[in-house]
């Protein structure tokens, strides 16, 4: 074989020689009674009412919070939970996110021991990290960072000029509406499921398991 038709055959190999993509696999955990030993609204709401920013009280909270951590979710907790708004209108992003930061520091305290490693071996695999939960973004974003997460699937409050306008931008993820906004962060990053984990306490979060 002379040298230029050996030439021609390696220059056609290589450009007919393809790569297998490679598939992100991803860990999705939920925060209540999974990341953390129980729930997450106390310390939340707390930090809230403290600053002046929650838009009114949750009738009989105390009552709904004891069944939330005797019993997990429930049908009666989630429709209480979808009551709920968010912020007085008018208080800034960046107001916000100085509570959110001391509710981090709380939160810290109560994440489960299990927890920390396990997100090292799954960064250590290459898999995207993803906390769900049907909080709201704007108070557990700063949380979710110090732990390593990559991304955050959450309630969104709506903002408008800069400042929270005290609505649900969208719906509260609870339920179906979770079940829905982490199905569309699924496809939206090409996650290939059957290499994924998914931790989680409720039932309702079955579907993502």
Same mark, same amino acid.
């Given at each position: 074989? #002379?040298?230029?038709? @050996?030439?021609?055959?390696?220059?056609?190999?290589?450009?007919?020689?393809?790569?297998? *993509?490679?598939?992100?696999?991803?860990?999705?955990?939920? $925060?209540?009674?999974?990341?953390?030993? !129980?729930? #997450?609204?106390?310390?939340?709401?707390?930090?809230?009412?403290?600053?002046? @920013?929650?838009?009114?009280?949750? *009738?009989?909270?105390? $009552?709904?919070?004891?069944?939330? /951590?005797?019993?997990?979710? #429930?049908?009666?907790?989630?429709?209480?939970?979808?009551? =709920?708004? !968010?912020?007085? *209108?008018?208080?800034?992003?960046?107001?916000?996110?100085?509570?959110?930061?001391? +509710?981090?520091?709380? @939160?810290?305290? =109560?994440? =489960?021991?299990?927890?920390? *490693?396990? +997100? &090292?071996?799954?960064?250590?695999?290459?898999?995207?990290?993803?906390?769900?939960?049907? #909080?709201?973004?704007?108070?557990? /974003?700063?949380?979710?960072?110090?732990?390593?997460?990559?991304?955050?699937?959450?309630?969104?409050?709506?903002?408008?000029?800069?400042?929270?306008?005290?609505?649900?931008?969208?719906?509260? $993820? @609870? !339920?179906?509406?979770?079940?829905?906004?982490?199905? &569309?962060?699924?496809?939206?990053?090409?996650?290939? $499921?059957? !290499?994924?984990?998914?931790?989680?306490?409720?039932?309702?979060?079955?579907?993502?398991?």
């Amino acid at each position: 074989m #002379s040298v230029t038709n @050996l030439c021609q055959r390696l220059t056609s190999f290589r450009t007919t020689r393809t790569v297998a *993509p490679v598939s992100t696999t991803a860990a999705i955990f939920d $925060l209540d009674r999974t990341v953390l030993k !129980g729930s #997450s609204a106390p310390v939340i709401q707390r930090h809230l009412k403290e600053a002046g @920013l929650t838009s009114r009280d949750f *009738p009989a909270e105390g $009552l709904f919070q004891t069944t939330y /951590e005797l019993f997990g979710e #429930s049908r009666l907790v989630m429709q209480a939970a979808k009551t =709920q708004s !968010g912020c007085k *209108p008018g208080w800034g992003v960046d107001e916000i996110a100085v509570v959110a930061e001391k +509710i981090a520091d709380e @939160l810290m305290d =109560q994440v =489960q021991s299990f927890v920390a *490693p396990l +997100i &090292a071996d799954h960064k250590a695999a290459g898999r995207r990290l993803v906390l769900a939960t049907g #909080s709201n973004l704007a108070t557990i /974003e700063a949380f979710a960072k110090r732990l390593g997460f990559d991304d955050v699937i959450a309630t969104k409050w709506e903002i408008a000029n800069g400042v929270y306008s005290g609505a649900i931008d969208g719906e509260r $993820l @609870l !339920g179906a509406g979770k079940l829905a906004a982490v199905n &569309a962060w699924v496809e939206a990053n090409d996650v290939d $499921l059957a !290499g994924s984990y998914m931790y989680s306490d409720s039932r309702y979060d079955a579907d993502l398991l």
